[in-house]
């Protein structure tokens, strides 16, 4: 006897979800709670963990593939051929209120495992199909889709660890293809961009794009991007403001900042200060941090801040935030930074990392970009478009030649644009708020008087 796996709701109201990598092969044995797969919904990269115990007797779905909710994923057996060992049921957890509904139930016989489970709101879920008695499944796998999976099948693979994998499939290299030399013969990271860099190897010849056009699925992040910025261009009349700014001392600070021993092992950068500066800019117009709830008719202002920082991957745009950002001090601010930011490049950034944020700072600078018009992460009213900091002529008041005479010298110069919904927020608001972060990061001293 076996256990089919079938794909779960990993807690955000997920219908659909694409297999990223296989963690485990057929023949490995596992425990419950080992991670077997990363899968990637609309959101984020997830590694799902196994309910059962016992050997891999086949993958159903190859990686790459697109399954919904409820689709049977891997079959675990014992390899006695008895059932494989389920999860333990969880104890009951206190009650946290009635506002907690749970309504998200794994399959049957699936007990509910790390990584996914109950979530804090209803969700419409479909009905689910009758299952077949476990003597009328078939024995083995016949779909010629995923036939492949089984042993006897089962094509040459390149040993990479996952995130390597998910690199050679962005940049649309063929892991079989390159000679491995990493430890143990894997496939590295440096093996994989060389293949980009240096001249294409043979056997990926024929895969070369034929034509003028290349057409990409629309899916996972990206899909959940388009529906997003759709959503809130067309719902929250966006207006944008602009200030050119002298950032000389912010960029002066930040090189003693990376001089203090406590943040040595911290990448200390102007964005820290300019997170900083929004943050006290918020305790004064508090309007800012806030949401406009449509169905309630109801500005509902937001005591805490849940700090987004938008970051580009290679699936697309994510805004992970900082919780409780406003608590934070300038050093644990400074690490949460760091560790939302190389968390969001390897794609490992869960669900709850999306949820909940109250405003967003994007940083077009890194890009070497002046300024931009940022488009509103939904449920937030306002978001805060760092451009590139550049040395630049720069009109200051001249010392020792007199009142009202002025010089021309080279300064450190940024642009701060700030994008906010016209609904509930007025011009002098917003314009409050800009003009508040503009003067921290002119004068980081100022920061004193918030």
């Keep these: 006897m076996s256990n089919e796996f079938k794909l779960p709701d990993v807690g955000e109201g997920l219908t659909e979800a694409e297999i990223v990598a296989w963690r485990v092969k057929v023949g490995d044995t596992v425990a419950v709670n080992d991670v077997v797969v990363e899968i990637e919904t609309a959101k984020s990269i997830v590694e799902l963990p196994s309910p059962y115990a016992g050997e891999v007797l086949a993958l159903l779905v190859r990686e790459g593939d697109t399954v919904e909710v409820g689709t049977p994923i891997i079959r675990i057996g014992a390899p006695d051929g008895s059932a494989a060992a389920p999860a333990p049921a969880p104890a009951p957890e206190p009650s946290r209120g009635p ?73 649309g290299v063929d892991l079989t293809a390159i000679t491995p030399t990493g430890p143990k013969g894997t496939v590295s990271k440096e093996d994989v961009l060389a293949a980009v860099d240096g001249p294409a190897p043979a056997p990926a010849a024929a895969s070369a794009p034929a034509g003028r056009e290349t057409r990409e699925p629309v899916k996972g992040v990206r899909k959940q991007m388009a529906a997003a910025m759709v959503a809130s261009a067309s719902t929250a009349p966006h207006v944008t403001e602009w200030v050119t700014i ?44 806030s949401t406009w709830d449509e169905a309630a008719q109801e500005v509902v202002v937001k005591h805490y801040v849940n700090l987004g920082i938008a970051a580009a991957t290679p699936r697309g745009l994510v805004v992970p935030n900082i919780k409780d ?22 794609g490992r950034t869960q669900p709850a990392d999306l949820a909940g944020g109250s405003f967003t700072i994007t940083n077009v600078g890194v ?32 010392t020792g030649s007199g009142q009202g005479a002025y010089e021309v010298v080279p300064r450190q110069v940024m642009t701060l644009a700030l994008s906010f919904d016209h609904r509930h927020i007025d011009g002098a608001t917003g314009s409050r708020f800009l003009a508040d972060v503009a003067g921290i990061v002119e004068d980081p001293a100022t920061a004193l008087l918030f």
């Design 246 to 289: 002298d950032a000389t001392a912010t960029v002066e600070l930040v090189a003693r900042l990376r001089a203090r021993r406590e943040l040595a092992d911290v990448k200390v950068s102007p964005l820290l200060v300019v997170a900083r500066a929004c943050l006290l800019a918020l305790r004064r117009t508090p309007l800012v941090n």
């Design 325 to 346: 950002a406003d608590a934070l001090a300038l050093v644990d601010l400074a690490r949460a930074l760091e560790a939302l930011t190389a968390t969001a490049r390897e």
């Design 367 to 398: 890009f070497g970009v002046d300024g931009g018009t940022p488009i509103i992460n939904p449920g937030e009213s306002a978001i805060l478009c760092l451009g590139a900091i550049k040395a630049q002529p720069w009109v200051v008041p001249s």
């Design 99 to 171: 506002e907690i509904i749970d309504t998200n139930i794994p399959p049957t016989g699936q007990a509910t495992l790390v990584g996914y489970g109950p979530k804090q709101r209803a969700l419409k879920r479909r009905a689910r199909k009758a299952e077949a008695p476990a003597e009328a499944m078939a024995p083995a796998v016949t779909d010629p889709a995923v036939e492949e999976v089984a042993p006897a099948v089962r094509p040459p693979r390149a040993l990479a660890k996952p995130l390597v994998r998910r690199l050679a499939r962005d940049l």
